[in-house]
């Protein structure tokens, strides 16, 4: 079984700044995608930012300069550095993965962690 686990939510005063983290753990033989979006009450969800097996990354085109996605390939891990906060941001954010899981044979399986609650308010 894969599985995504992200941390890094809360309350944070507009201006202010999050780090979220994102770990797959499981059997993976690999990660192609793997990317943050965000969801608030009765919009869908949208791409924040992601990052592709070759390094390629994408941002919504409201973050650009104040959101920074990396990664750590080794640990399956991304994370979201998110500076200059204002309440647009706030939201559930949602780790998400494109890969391919290796049990009893290799299947593409498109991942969703829980969702970590993002508060941006003075």
């Known amino acids: 079984q894969v599985q995504l686990v992200e941390s890094g939510g809360g309350l944070v005063q507009p201006g202010g700044s999050l780090r979220l983290s994102c770990a797959a753990s499981?059997?993976?033989?690999?990660?192609?995608?793997m990317g943050w979006y965000r969801q608030v009450p009765g919009k869908q969800r949208e791409l924040v930012a992601r990052?592709?097996?070759?390094?390629?990354?994408t941002y919504a085109n409201s973050v650009p300069g104040r959101f920074a996605l990396s990664r750590d390939k080794a640990k399956n891990m991304v994370y979201l550095q998110m500076n200059s906060l204002n309440s647009e941001d706030s939201g559930v954010y949602y780790c998400?993965?494109?890969?391919?899981?290796?049990?009893?044979?290799?299947?593409?399986?498109?991942?969703w962690g829980q969702g970590t609650l993002v508060t941006v308010s003075s």
């Open positions: 499981g059997s993976i033989f690999s990660i192609y995608v």
């Open positions: 990052i592709t097996s070759g390094g390629s990354i």
């Open positions: 998400k993965a494109e890969a391919v899981r290796e049990t009893g044979g290799r299947v593409y399986v498109e991942l």
